[in-house]
């Protein structure tokens, strides 16, 4: 308890620090990256508040029921979706804010950039596609007891994918908004993954993440909110893009520590990815169908050459 309030009460003076700063170039209709406490819980769109879904020249009532169970998926995964979300891993976890924060690999105005054409797999992904994708590698779905694979037409998929083409809604089809893709480190801040420091990564992880993380990596209770596992049989798999040490890096750098994001370097948060993607997680079992087209890239050696 003692411990819980501690964290609580640095949270506090973190939140009153980062409310002096400049919201950024990205922000749009997103919250900020520098989140402050007020903001940390907020859903500028939330379908379960949104009284226009009920209004039936606006939205058909199965299309509006569809969109909010596409939220509470998206928040909530591992119990909404069990069969397809095995560990305890949600949507939300990554994509902050119900996909709605800036820097936080957001969601809004994402829909109308599909179908476009997927490196990865070497051919052309529409909206669900991506969405199975993140559900087969971030949320492990292959990892379920008796794994049931998702497809593009699972009612979970459709579900996600109304509330995804919710947030996109009033935005150019074919355009992707300028806050799509910030959340990669600079070509010329990349370390080559071999002289990364995964020591380094440790340390720094241990003094900056683990009041929120824990040290086992496993998450820390705050409020309402628990961060997802880094690692483990809960955690994404080897087939992620969290699994890249330069995605994670990406992530971590622009989002994480929560309520500092922006505070480490770039060589840092590459330290603390290799240290985190260094870790055991679950095995994608798909991973020899991956890049047929395109060359394997540098920083997912983690899941190509570990000899795992
Ligand atoms: C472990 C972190 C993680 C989790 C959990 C996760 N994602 Fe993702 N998601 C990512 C990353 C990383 C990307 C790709 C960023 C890139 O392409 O560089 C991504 C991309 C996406 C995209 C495409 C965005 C775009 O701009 O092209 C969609 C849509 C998406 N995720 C939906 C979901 C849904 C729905 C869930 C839950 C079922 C989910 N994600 C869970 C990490 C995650
Ligand atoms: C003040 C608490 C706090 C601190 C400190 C913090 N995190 Fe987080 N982190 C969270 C919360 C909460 C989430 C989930 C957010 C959500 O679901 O809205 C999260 C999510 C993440 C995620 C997405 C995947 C997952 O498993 O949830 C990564 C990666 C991550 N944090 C890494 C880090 C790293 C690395 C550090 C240290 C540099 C750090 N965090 C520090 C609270 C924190």
Redesign the pocket.
Known sequence: MKRGFQVLTALWVLALVSCTRQPSKFSGPLISSHTTMVTAWDFPKNPLTDKSLDDPKQYDSKLANQIRWGFRL?TN?SQEAPQFAPGK???N???LNGGQRERS?P?VG?AGVFPEYNKRSGRLYS?PD??VD??VR??NAPGAPEPQLPTPTSKEVMA?SAY?TWLGRGYEVGKSPAW?GQ?TIAAAKLIPVSKIDVRKGESLFMERCTNCHGENGQGVQIGDKKA?PLWGPDS?NDG???GRVY?LAG?IRYSMPYLDPGSLSDEQAQEIAAFIDSKPRPQYPFKEADYRTEKVPPDSVYYFNRGN
């Open positions: 998206f995964t891993m949600a949507c976890n990554c994509h690999l969601l994402v909206l991506r969405v993140c559900f971030s949320e996600l995804i799509r959340n997802g994404w992620a893009g969290a995605t992530i």
